[in-house]
């Protein structure tokens, strides 16, 4: 038998991949850009009673497209109920005037926001239900700090000028210099309320939007309703001077500010499917999900204990805030740091030391012979060496992975701890642009997409510290502050669209 030629066998190949795509893909996609269904002309503001946008997605013979759905609008900074910040109020000769002059602050720079997450920063909570059952299916509380942390992981100080982050409002590491752009409203006296502001777009990233079809139809979700429940302006803003020790002046106060949601719509995609892709349809999709919880420090010796109840945890991931940091004008609650004068961490699933055997040690810290106090060091990050700390807390956030670009690196740690060490110091000149964004993590995937069962299980941190030690060597005000602990469980989850039960 002669063999096919080999131009034969390229047609055949050609022809079934023709037929694949033909039978694979969706008859036609509708795009769609849905108001919200309590939409008002002011917009949406906590300050102003509007805290909850409410969306809903009818129920239909079609799969949502989650890939594609972004969240879009306009962001207007009002200086007070009346006033936007706009161009007629900046006076542009002293607009980089900054922290050491405050009287000629600019309201433009007095309000900041989270240089990583921007808008995100303003959604609170999200909430999903089944529009057939209005059975709640996903709720993710502190949505807003979940999203600053991971967001300093998408790129480095370059990335946050032209590209995807920049779309959020997100600057990182360029926020000090530019962010007051986003401030400035158009001046212009014909133009509409609900045409001001800057323009946004967003992907909400929660688990039930990770990028699956989700089938719309009477059998499976039917339909869907969700609500995003904003922050309140006391969490979004902070004012430009680190108010850590001591609180703004009335130079820069801005208790007045707040922000409104314009023009606000929810866009995407829904495919109408084939007859071959609705009998494929799988009713149970994977996805990526994190639990929040809650605990304080207040010694120097510390011993936390988490309880879980998650059956396939891939990391643990610790974030650490003066109990002061949130809700509160003076500071950004999106600035996390280690434990100040951190000495050693030993992490353990049911008290015993898991996955590594021995506790992380830093050295050089504050209790090694001879250490330096903080004042005295040039670059005040190296006082403690958390080099091995940081790789875990990496690891676990990225499922084993360390990030391959990231601003989150040495180079903002020491520029948050120089700000933290203004911000004690006369004159205040320090600034809440410049935030840290490192913890405490444990990764249990191994970059193999192991897991770990908590049901019935304990996770325990133990931190021997600088908290609340009043230690010389560390930074005032810091070092005699309980801390906050936000602990994010990052799990695996299954979600079944046909009986709408999440499986974690």
């Keep these: 038998m002669s063999k096919a030629h080999p131009d034969t066998a390229l047609l055949y190949l050609k022809k079934y991949f023709f037929y694949y795509l033909v039978k694979t893909m969706p008859l036609r996609k509708t795009n769609f850009s849905l108001p919200a269904i309590n939409e ?22 079609g799969l949502l497209e989650t890939s594609s759905l972004r969240l879009v609008g306009r962001l207007q900074i009002k200086e007070t109920s009346a006033q936007v910040v706009d161009p007629g109020q900046v006076t542009f ?18 309000a900041t926001m989270a240089p990583f997450g ?10 999903i239900l089944s529009k057939k059952t209005s059975k709640e299916l996903s709720t993710v509380t502190n949505y807003s700090q979940y999203e600053s942390l991971r967001e300093a992981r998408f790129g480095t100080k370059t990335d946050f000028r032209n590209s995807l982050p920049s779309r959020s409002l997100s600057l990182g590491q360029n926020a000090k210099a530019a962010q007051r752009r986003f401030m400035i409203s158009s001046g212009e006296d014909n133009l509409k309320a609900q045409d001001q502001g800057q323009e946004f777009s967003i992907k909400l990233d929660v688990p039930m939007l990770q990028g699956e079809l989700l089938h719309l139809g009477e059998d499976f979700l039917g339909g869907l ?4 429940h904003l922050s309140p302006e006391s969490a979004f803003f902070s004012t430009f001077q680190n108010g850590a020790a001591t609180p703004a002046v009335a130079a820069i106060a801005i208790d007045t500010y707040r922000y409104v949601l314009q023009s606000v719509r929810l866009e995407g995609r829904i495919q109408v499917p084939t007859g071959a892709e609705l009998k494929a349809y799988d009713p149970v999709f994977p996805m990526d999900n994190q639990v929040n919880l809650l605990q304080d420090i207040h010694s120097s010796s510390s011993s936390g204990t988490l309880n879980p109840q998650v059956s396939m945890v891939k990391g643990m991931v610790n974030l650490f805030l003066l109990q002061s940091q949130t809700n509160s004008l003076d500071q950004s609650q999106f600035s996390y740091s280690m434990p100040p004068g951190l000495k050693s961490q030993t992490q353990a699933k049911d008290s015993v030391r898991f996955p590594l055997k021995y506790p992380v040690e830093s050295k050089p810290s504050v209790a090694t012979s001879g250490s330096a106090d903080v004042d005295d060091l040039v670059y005040k990050s190296l006082q403690t060496n958390i080099g091995e700390s940081r790789a875990q807390f990496e690891r676990a956030l990225a499922d084993g992975r360390l990030p391959a670009y990231t601003s989150a690196d040495i180079v903002l740690t020491e520029q948050a701890e120089a700000e933290r060490a203004k911000s004690i110091a006369a004159p205040l000149t320090s600034t809440s642009l410049l935030v840290d964004s490192v913890g405490i993590g444990s990764d249990y995937t191994l970059g193999l997409g192991m897991a770990q069962s ?5 996770y325990n941190l133990v931190l021997e510290s600088g908290v609340q030690s009043g230690d010389a060597k560390l930074l005032g005000t810091y070092n005699n502050s309980p801390l906050l602990q936000q602990s994010f469980v990052r799990n695996r989850a299954f979600f079944d669209t046909k009986t709408l039960v999440k499986t974690m």
Excluded: W
């Design 454 to 458: 908590y049901v019935g299980s304990n």
């Design 40 to 61: 008002t002309s002011a917009g949406f503001s906590p300050r102003a009673g509007f805290p909850i946008l409410k969306f809903q997605i009818g129920a239909q013979d």
């Design 225 to 228: 309703m969700m609500s995003i």
């Design 93 to 110: 000769d002293n607009i980089a005037v900054e922290a050491g002059t405050p009287a000629d602050m600019q309201p433009c720079t007095k």
């Design 118 to 127: 921007g808008v995100h920063t303003l959604v609170d909570k999200t909430v």
